[in-house]
């Protein structure tokens, strides 16, 4: 059966990371999710200094809450990525992502949501473009690097596609992946980040045994910016036809709702919201 799970940053306080990760078990129990996928900060109550023991902790207080940790997600690629111009920002990218790595292996986690780098970042204005090839070359070797670590750690880099104007078709997607010929990397695929250019359901059946990771978000093409990020069952995901296809390709692990951003007011409802949704989507 299908995890039913939340991201860390869906909570109020989780963006900045402030959020206590106990309290974040507790909602999510409260509100019916089986999992949680924990995200890690430069900081915060999960920074890149998080040792195995506090790992552990946090796996004894989701254990209190009947709670699993199923996969980790990550901010910090936005500021460092594998693909930058910067030979400096491309090894602190790649040092950083091993912390990760042991971090997603510590907390018992498989999937480590993973963005190699990108053309442009939408909500970084000022950056420059990086061109195309580059982020395929660079990204390509940087990953390359980190990979034998994941192998050793049973832990999967899920490539996912954001808006950063790279990998923009599942069969490009899927070539970068098999490149590597390896298990632990794959992809994680956002369903409503595929609408503006695509169709998830698509996405789903061509990528196959590569999924690795799921996040359920909804969007409106008709908006067709940020703003178009919606609650759950109010956009234009083809839920029916997404459900088919995870069927099809015999998926089985979390699927995991992102619900950012916040509610302006009373954002803690959102969480219910979101549960009730995924129970309709889930056939629950």
Not at 24 to 31: G, P, T
Not at 41 to 60: A, F, N, P, Y
Not at 127 to 147: C, F, H, I, M, Q
Request: aromatic share 10%; hydrophobic share 45%.
């Amino acid at each position: 059966m299908l995890l039913k799970s939340i991201n860390y940053w869906s909570f109020p306080g989780g963006l900045d990371g402030t959020f206590a990760i106990e309290s974040c078990f507790q909602e999510a129990k409260k509100n019916n999710f089986d999992a949680v996928e924990l995200c890690i900060g430069q900081d915060g109550v999960l920074g890149l200094d998080t040792d195995k023991s506090r790992c552990e902790e946090i796996l004894h207080l989701a254990s209190k809450y009947e709670i699993k940790v199923a996969s980790v997600a990550s901010g910090v690629y936005w500021a460092n990525a594998l693909g930058d111009e910067s030979p400096q920002a491309r090894e602190k990218a790649g040092q950083d992502l091993e912390k990760m790595v042991r971090i997603t292996s510590w907390l018992g986690a498989r999937t480590l949501l993973t963005i190699p780098g990108g053309v442009d970042v939408f909500f970084i204005p000022d950056r420059a473009p990086v061109s195309y090839d580059n982020v395929w070359d660079r990204a390509t070797e940087g990953l390359g690097k980190v990979l034998p670590l994941a192998e050793q750690l049973g832990v999967r880099l899920g490539i996912e596609n954001v808006w950063n104007k790279f990998l923009l078709s599942p069969l490009e997607m899927a070539h970068f992946i098999d490149q590597f010929g390896s298990a632990s990397i794959g992809a994680y695929v956002d369903v409503a980040n595929i609408l503006p250019y695509g169709y998830p359901e698509q996405w789903l059946q061509i990528l196959g045994k590569r999924v690795v990771g799921i996040h359920f978000k909804d969007f409106r093409r008709a908006v067709g910016t940020i703003e178009g990020f919606v609650d759950l069952l109010e956009g234009d995901v083809n839920w029916p036809a997404v459900m088919a296809a995870i069927d099809e390709i015999g998926y089985s692990g979390p699927v995991v709702a992102e619900m950012i951003p916040l509610y302006r007011h009373y954002p803690a409802v959102r969480v219910a919201n979101t549960s009730n949704a995924m129970d309709a989507i889930l056939g629950r």
